[in-house]
């Protein structure tokens, strides 16, 4: 914390030192304070869905999101697979559904048995995030959407404080989405089930007679 950093006020031979301290915490400190507003906003700004929505190919936000999340893969040494209807379309929020897909695969690749593979599967209205999650028990699931609730603190870096799946659920509750999660085997899965109403079938219907039009 800032409080300790403060407490070490270096001697000319520290000051590289205290530096990085310095900004490490004010990184972190910074991420806090956008996740909180990112929070604040997905449980108290309403969904306008013709406002706010358009047609959105799910595969390429979640690739997107392993995009973003590549290096720490890369250095926990986790693969990916992704499978399904990748051309599959929903009506959404392009910035609502990035930022619900960058914190649940954010969430996996963090979380994941180093090593391991996390699988992807898009369905008609449906996306499911599955990774090895070898800590976990049945007992923490009801928690995943607490907010600052972490399983193991010692394993969180600076950038995990316990609010991606608050952010998740909040987010979701905004869109209409309905999540689920199941542990068996060892395999955690969080599954994102879009909203199929009648607007969204409309619309849907529209896609395909334009792709139709296309062929």
Known sequence: SLSEVFQRW?????APEFAADVLASA?????????LSQLARGRLQP?????????????SFVD??????????????????VRGQLDIQVWSSALDVNLILSN??????????AGSEIVVEIGAELISVS????????????????????????????FHVGLGLAIVNAYADRLGIQLGVELSQGWFTLRIHFPLDNASLVRHQSLEQN?????
């Open 10 to 14: 270096p001697n000319a031979d520290e």
């Open 27 to 35: 990184r972190r400190m910074q991420f806090i304070v956008d996740s």
């Open 47 to 59: 969904y306008d869905a013709e406002l706010e929505g358009s047609p959105l190919v799910l595969a």
């Open 64 to 81: 997107a999101a392993f995009a973003q999340h590549a290096e720490t893969a890369r250095q926990r040494e986790l693969t990916r697979a």
């Open 104 to 113: 649940v695969i954010g969430n996996a690749i963090a979380h994941a048995d």
């Open 131 to 158: 990774n090895k999650a070898s800590g976990l028990q049945p007992e923490d699931l009801p928690r995943l959407f607490e907010s600052l609730w972490r399983k193991d603190e010692a394993r969180s870096s600076e």
């Open 211 to 215: 792709g139709r039009s296309h062929d």
